[in-house]
């Protein structure tokens, strides 16, 4: 990893995960010419999987941090696909971010820029993409954000 990529996590108090194995039948990354899709990574923290439903017992900062550490993982797929190498990335491409959360629950948005804000702050220009926030009845665990990104390397 770069050392300005590293100051950065640093500096913001963060560290990278190991990059997690998949769950099921599929692979955690795919190339194809300079992008890189990575599947859904979904919330998990040192203490384990952060479950919950937002708008029934979590609040958007729970959410939000929840999204951070999806971001986090993407990274960490990242930082294997790139052989190591963060300095290869050109571009955060896209994040889908996927909120478990009431049907009264509106602020997908500003859950899932616990992601996007780390994107930005982790990347600076090349972090910034385009995205989409969606509610969902349900995700994989009981989780209570899944993200996933995809992005251009050299």
Do not use: W
Not at 41 to 54: E, N, T
Not at 105 to 111: A, E, S
């Amino acid at each position: 990893m770069s050392n300005a990529i590293e100051q950065r996590l640093s500096e913001l108090g963060l560290s990278l995960p190991d990059a997690p194995a998949p769950a099921a039948n599929y692979v955690p990354f795919v190339q194809s010419g300079s992008l890189v899709f990575v599947s859904g990574q979904i919330s998990a923290g040192a203490d384990g999987l952060i479950c919950g439903k937002l708008g029934d017992g979590l609040t958007v900062d729970d959410g939000v941090g929840a999204a951070q550490a999806c971001g986090l993982a993407l990274i960490a797929q990242l930082r294997a696909a790139c052989g190591g190498d963060l300095t290869r990335l050109r571009r955060v491409v896209k994040l889908t971010g996927f909120v478990n959360c009431t049907p009264e629950f509106t602020d997908q948005p500003k859950v899932v820029n616990g992601a996007s804000d780390l994107m930005v702050a982790v990347f600076g220009e090349a972090g910034r993409h385009a995205r989409a926030a969606v509610g969902a009845p349900s995700l994989p665990l009981g989780v209570a954000v899944e993200v996933e990104g995809v992005f251009e390397i050299s």
